[in-house]
């Protein structure tokens, strides 16, 4: 097996600047640095990682919980993680919870194991469960910035959509072409982004003076089932409604599907818009109206908060909010 001698012999150089060109490259000159790695190529030579994180007290490997990979929001997240951490010469190891608790735990148990340099999360529900399970992680001094499902009033870094305008400016959209008459098709309430977003629909209200109306508000879970469910039980308990607010694209697929099925017509006879733009949402029909997450940025933030913060040595605390962008297609109609 080639060692770094070999390459020095071969290189005329000592076996130290060979090390300095696979640990520490900057402090090589450029010609010498490419001569070296042009014979450790030669030769087959590959750095031993182990021996890497022995001497730098890093493995490069940094660790990504997510509650559910089957739901499209999340693969641009893991793609703008895995952008940004291969960029630094990491990689990225993946776990997805499938909503369960005990799979979180087990998770952290095995990046411990694997003496990870730091990890990005994002929780179940955001509730008490979540909490101590970061307050663990901060306890064990893993860096960990959190996505998506954050935790307030929490000592860790986090990067969010503003869910409360997310939802506030899609409820003012639709009361700009003139509906007074808008029904929730709502995600979990015990989720607090989705509170938020609640919070964000009763102040559009309010503040263009129209009376919040709690039978206009159906909940359900992230699933098209659940939102052909909830916009059923929202439709037959309900006259008069003249526009849907979906909180998630899943639901409003599920609207989609409901109103087929009754010869209801978007956006003729009703107008929906929701919130994600996941990938489909261009190719239902009509396209649908919906806020746009900043995915890919907010997976690539996360990582670079993460990374910057190992390098620096410290536990980051950054907060990160970043805007849903309106995307306007076929969904949505001005009353007349």
């Known amino acids: 097996m080639t060692n770094i001698y070999e390459i020095a012999e071969k290189a005329d150089v000592s076996h130290m600047t060979v090390s300095r060109v696979f640990n520490n490259p900057d402090l090589v000159n450029k010609k010498t640095r490419e001569k070296i790695i042009k014979i450790a190529d030669g030769l087959g030579y590959r750095p031993s990682q182990i021996a890497r994180s022995m001497r730098t007290k890093r493995t490069n490997y ?36 499938d909503n369960d608790y005990e799979v979180e735990t087990a998770s952290l148990n095995m990046f411990v194991s694997r003496s990870i340099d730091g990890l990005i999360f994002s929780g179940i529900a955001g509730g008490k469960k979540d909490r101590v399970f970061v307050n663990e992680i901060i306890e064990k001094k893993i860096p960990v910035v959190l996505i998506d499902r954050y935790i307030p009033d929490l000592g860790s870094s986090y990067v969010i959509t503003n869910n409360f305008k997310a939802a ?56 098209i089932e659940s939102g052909f469910l909830t916009t059923q039980r929202l439709l037959e308990n309900t006259n008069h409604i003249t526009a849907i607010f979906a909180m998630c694209d ?10 087929k099925q009754n010869n209801i017509r978007i956006p003729e006879d009703i107008s929906i818009i929701s919130i994600d733009d996941i990938f489909t949402s261009s190719l239902i029909t009509p396209p649908l109206t919906t806020m746009a997450q900043q995915k890919y940025e907010m997976g690539f933030n996360a990582a670079k908060i993460l990374i910057d913060g190992i390098s620096e040595n410290k536990i980051p605390e950054t907060k990160t909010v970043l805007d849903a962008l309106l995307i306007k297609r076929d969904s949505c109609k001005k009353i007349t």
């Open 62 to 97: 940094i660790g990504l919980i997510l509650p559910d990979i089957i739901n499209p929001f999340f693969p641009e997240i893991v793609r703008g993680v895995d952008d940004c951490a291969r960029k630094n010469k990491y990689n990225v190891i993946l776990v997805n919870t």
């Open 168 to 223: 506030y400016d899609a409820t003012n959209y639709l009361i700009g072409l003139d509906h007074k008459s808008i029904g929730v098709v709502s995600s979990p309430q015990k989720i607090k982004i989705f509170k938020d977003r609640l919070k964000g629909y009763k102040q559009a209200l309010e503040e263009n003076e129209i009376k919040y109306r709690e039978e206009l508000i159906v909940e359900g879970e992230e699933s």
């Open 250 to 259: 899943f639901m409003a697929f599920g609207a989609y599907r409901y109103c």
